[in-house]
């Protein structure tokens, strides 16, 4: 187990969409181990496996955020895919490990079902409602090579994109 630096925007890295997972290995158990040690470390609610610079289609979500007790692992999804959005959606501050002290109010739907694999290679789905769909559906972006700083309208991207500029000229975005 292992805290792992995350990949920081503009890391070209993050544009790139993951490849399937074709085996739930020993490799596989030991990334998701350590994107939740990373993922706790940072304080986050979830994270991809591309947010540490690996290509695997992979995310994990917190216990709590996914519905579960605070003492439960985090949820594994591998090869993640949504299989149903609601078409009731609402706007809410969104934060993401791979940009630092940045929310902003981003859309997405109120409820979210996603279809993925376990640490044990059986698949199940989960219908979340709320954070938990926002988690997935910002998570299962991160597979596709979308960030969201993509889902802001050109004035908040421009905001946003101005704020990490002033971070990184100051030397506090690394």
């Not at 985090?74 to 490990?97: A, H, M, Q, R, Y």
């Not at 739907?109 to 290679?121: P, Y």
Request: aromatic fraction near 6%.
């Amino acid at each position: 187990m292992a805290v792992r630096p995350i990949v920081k925007h503009p890391d070209p890295r993050l544009r790139l969409p993951t490849v399937a997972v074709s085996a739930v290995t020993d490799e596989i158990r030991k990334l998701c181990e350590d994107l939740a040690d990373t993922m706790f470390a940072a304080n986050g609610a979830g994270i991809a496996a591309i947010q540490v610079g690996s290509y695997e289609k992979i995310f994990l979500v917190d216990a709590v955020v996914a519905g579960g007790r605070e003492e439960g692992p985090p949820v594994v999804f591998i090869n993640p895919e949504i299989t149903w959005l609601s078409p009731e959606t609402e706007s809410k501050d969104e934060g993401c490990l791979s940009f630092p002290g940045i929310f902003t109010p981003v859309e997405r739907s109120l409820r979210a079902i996603v279809r993925a694999q376990d640490l044990k290679g059986e698949w199940f789905e989960l219908d979340g409602m709320e954070l938990t769909a926002r988690c997935m559906l910002h998570e299962t972006d991160h597979c596709d090579g979308i960030v969201f700083l993509d889902k802001m309208s050109a004035l908040k991207r421009e905001i946003v994109k101005r704020k990490i500029k002033k971070l990184q000229k100051a030397g506090k975005w690394d």
